[in-house]
T-cell receptor, first 114, second 113 residues
Framework: NAGVTQTPKFQVLKTGQSMTLQCAQD?????MSWYRQDPGMGLRLIHY???????DQGEVPNGYNVSRSTTEDFPLRLLSAAPSQTSVYFCASSYSWAGANVLTFGAGSRLTVL | QQQVKQSPQSLIVQKGGISIINCAYE??????FPWYQQFPGKGPALLIA?????SEKKEGRFTISFNKSAKQFSLHIMDSQPGDSATYFC????????????FGEGTQLTVNP
């Protein structure tokens, strides 16, 4: 199994440009989420989904949109990139949103906004 | 509101030494206490976890100790190896938050050969 696959691995954007970070999982996981990782701040939850068609905001949702049309895919959209969105983004999934579950993370997407 | 605080931010130990990383939390509803390990260029991965009904759990060289009254749990790495060099995160969970993990700031561990 591939697990959680993120594309692209690296991306450079100019301020104001838009882009989509892709995330796909092949484990039939119910729960998917996006985190951003910044130095000294750990991982912060951006958006999450408890199933197809259901999404909700996390700790730092501003500037990001998500949708979940299938169980497998959970893309993260930046509508108008800002330098403050320079970060490493991780997609993660788990079998269920409830209870103590192990999150499986992708390898990350490093985004630089100039 | 900072619910989870890790210390130290960075740690350097010699091969064969003991590495100790601490996690202090505020939310007494947390009921599952995992540690994640992250190597450079990779996503975090679950290393070891403990439930509050036990005070210690050991898996190989890795041990979690849990102090409910102090609202702290710690990761101990015995006989530390250069291959343990990574960033470690605590991410306690409540039953209701489930997979919506709140991560500590991370501890960068370097084990010198």
């Amino acid at each position: 199994n591939a697990g959680v696959t993120q594309t692209p691995k690296f991306q450079v954007l100019k301020t104001g440009q838009s882009m989509t970070l892709q995330c796909a999982q092949d484990m039939n996981h119910e729960y998917m989420s996006w985190y951003r990782q910044d130095p000294g701040m750990g991982l912060r939850l951006i958006h999450y989904s408890v199933g197809a068609g259901i999404t909700d905001q996390g700790e730092v949702p501003n500037g990001y949109n998500v949708s979940r049309s299938t169980t497998e895919d959970f893309p993260l959209r930046l509508l108008s990139a800002a330098p403050s969105q320079t970060s490493v983004y991780f997609c993660a999934s788990s079998y269920s949103w409830a209870g103590a579950n192990v999150l499986t993370f992708g390898a990350g997407s490093r985004l630089t906004v100039l | 509101q900072q619910q989870v605080k890790q210390s130290p931010q960075s740690l350097i130990v010699q091969k064969g030494g003991i590495s100790i990383i601490n996690c202090a939390y505020e939310n007494t509803a947390f009921d599952y206490f995992p540690w994640y390990q992250q190597f450079p260029g990779k996503g975090p991965a679950l290393l070891i976890a403990i439930r509050p009904d036990v005070s210690e759990k050991k898996e190989g060289r890795f041990t979690i100790s849990f102090n409910k009254s102090a609202k702290q749990f710690s990761l101990h790495i015995m006989d530390s190896q250069p291959g343990d060099s990574a960033t470690y995160f605590c991410a306690p969970i409540t039953e209701t938050s489930g997979s919506r993990l709140t991560f500590g700031e991370g501890t960068q561990l370097t084990v010198n050969p």
